[in-house]
């Protein structure tokens, strides 16, 4: 239930989305525009190249197009989600070359296991599954996915409410998995021979980012005392559930931002030049960390706190903005009549 990632590099955006800014702009949190209102759980979010946006509704299976000053609009809806507790239609990623091959990516909770799927645009009610049998839970389902710089598909999938998953290297649940975009293991990069892991020892993350270096940071639920963001490395163990926050022990890397359950509960992250950005649940916040370039933080500070209730999904826009979607309707908060909300903040002049 707790220790509940997305994020991209410039790189990765601007094959995603096309012309990009040269340098990153600082967002204007402090005047938010409301592009789309009156959703249900809103939780994964994607820009295609005109810099409109692909948004998942977890309950309801839907995937709506939204572009600012206009309604909603639905895509398709996901064949096969069974929505329970946090598991659903959850995760969102737009092919890092969707003007050639015009692909969308999902990953969503089916009766029997968790599963990534792909369509095209074009023709959305078709759709392939291109990886399946990950467990399935009311809780942990991770469901975060995001396209590195490598062009490889990236998942943070969660253990499941099964926290022996999160150290069995032969399991794909409490991981963070790197495929190729067919859903296969990648001829090289990976940690493990034959298999979709990449890191290990995960709860239930739900932030993967990029950072200018190409390094991955990633943000995950803590179960009691201690969230979590790390900065991931092929084969990295980190530490669940032996540990969860710090410790001396020499088998785990130790997170390089802690915060406790209350502050944060961080799902989405995005990095957007050396600030990276972290979506938090029952923080009801939006956690700025600067990143000193060489791997390291200075001193988180929180926005938007209490302002817009729980948040989601933290994406940056082609244009610059940055989109936040809350999640007031999602059984733990106190929603709002025009919840749930996907706002966008546009980067200061």
Do not use: C
């Amino acid at each position: 239930m707790h220790r509940t990632l997305i994020g991209v590099t410039l790189t990765a955006v601007l094959l995603a989305a096309g012309p990009q800014p040269a340098i990153a702009m600082a967002p204007d949190l402090g005047d938010p525009q409301v592009v789309a209102s009156g959703l249900t759980v809103p939780w994964g979010l994607g820009f295609l190249p005109d810099g409109s946006a692909l948004v998942t509704e977890r309950n309801s299976a839907r995937v709506l197009r939204i572009t600012p000053g206009a309604a909603p609009v639905t895509v398709t809806t996901i064949a096969g989600v069974v929505p329970t507790g946090e598991a659903g239609l959850l995760g969102l990623a737009v092919s890092p070359t969707f003007n050639q091959d015009n692909l969308v990516y999902v990953y969503f909770t089916a009766s029997s296991d968790n599963r990534i799927a792909r369509f095209r645009l074009d023709t959305p009610s078709s759709q392939q599954v291109i990886l399946s049998g990950l467990a399935k839970a009311s809780i942990h389902d991770g469901g975060r996915i995001a396209f590195g710089p490598d062009g490889m598909l990236y998942a943070g999938v969660g253990d499941a409410g099964v926290t022996s998953n999160a150290q069995n290297q032969a399991s794909r649940n409490g991981k963070i998995l790197r495929m190729r975009p067919d859903g296969g293991v990648p001829a090289s990069g990976n940690p493990f021979a034959n298999s979709l892991v990449y890191s290990l020892g995960h709860r239930n993350p739900q932030g993967l980012a990029w950072d200018a270096q190409g390094r991955l940071w990633a943000a995950e639920f803590g179960q009691n005392t201690w969230d979590e963001v790390n900065v991931i490395v092929a084969g990295g163990n980190y530490g669940w559930p032996t540990v969860e926050g710090t410790s001396t022990d020499t088998r785990f890397r130790n997170p390089v931002v802690v915060w406790s359950t209350a502050e944060a509960s961080p799902s989405g992250a995005e990095i957007d030049g050396s600030t990276l950005y972290v979506a938090a649940l029952r923080g009801q916040r939006l956690w700025t960390v600067p990143l000193t370039g060489a791997g390291g933080v200075g001193t988180p500070v929180a926005r938007l706190q209490g302002t817009y209730g729980r948040l989601r999904t933290v994406e940056r826009a082609p244009d610059g903005a940055l989109w936040v979607t809350t999640s007031n309707r999602d059984g733990r908060g106190t929603p709002a009549a025009t919840d749930d909300r996907v706002l966008r903040f546009p980067p200061l002049p």
